[in-house]
């Protein structure tokens, strides 16, 4: 299964809704995090970010980016 780097920016301030735009598709994990290490560090808006997702193709890959997850749950020794 390939590593997929999407670029996620947000059409609103709320972050209700992403656009994801597919950068590359990668076989190693390593090769996928140079490039996007390159990609943050370079970026010039405030409003993107740069992800690295594992799937069998693109459209797992982009279902799990928009997948909206709960926060965890912290520990009293946690904070």
């Not at 994990?29 to 970026?43: M, S, Y």
Request: charged content about 35%.
């Amino acid at each position: 299964m390939p590593y997929y780097l999407f670029k996620v920016s947000a059409r609103d301030k709320l972050n209700l809704v992403k656009n994801l735009e597919l950068v590359e598709s990668f076989v190693s994990f390593r090769d996928a995090k140079t490039v996007a290490r390159k990609l943050r560090v370079g970026r010039s808006d405030t409003g993107c970010s740069y992800k690295i997702t594992f799937a069998e193709n693109r459209l797992s890959a982009e279902e799990q980016l928009l997948e909206k997850r709960e926060q965890p749950v912290l520990m009293e020794h946690e904070r």
